[in-house]
């Protein structure tokens, strides 16, 4: 009853950008939590990012510090994740997860996408 899709994944040099986007629809609850995860072959998955509903809050993993934004959408229950400065430790399939509780566990977010891959070379 609730469906998550991200796209914008792609290949880019090292030192690029990509914007990825996500956005929930269906039977939602009025004020989800979004945010993102990654996780490399062989890897466990990575927090990356979180948003509060509110736009208000935010929370980033120690290496996208500085490199990494996210925001929401003017739409309800969508987020952007702008990637900037990329290196090749950030290849992966990046996921867009919704909930209800603010914070980086993966157990906080209900609601997944199927992925979106970035490739970074050099």
């Known amino acids: 009853q609730v469906q998550v899709v991200e796209s914008g994944g792609g290949l880019v040099q090292a030192g690029g950008s990509l914007r990825l986007s996500c956005a929930a629809s269906?039977?939602?609850?009025?004020?989800?939590?979004m945010g993102w995860f990654r996780q490399a072959p062989g890897k466990e998955r990575e927090f990356v990012a979180t948003i509060h509903w509110s736009g208000r809050n935010t929370i980033y993993g120690d290496s996208m510090k500085g490199r990494f934004t996210i925001s929401r959408g003017s739409a309800e229950n969508t987020v952007y994740l702008q990637m900037n400065n990329l290196k090749p430790d950030d290849m992966a399939v990046y996921y867009c997860?919704?909930?209800?509780?603010?914070?980086?566990?993966?157990?906080?977010?209900?609601?997944w996408g199927q992925g979106t891959q970035v490739t970074v070379s050099s």
């Open positions: 269906g039977r939602t609850f009025s004020n989800l939590v």
């Open positions: 997860a919704a909930g209800r509780v603010f914070g980086t566990s993966g157990s906080s977010y209900d609601y």
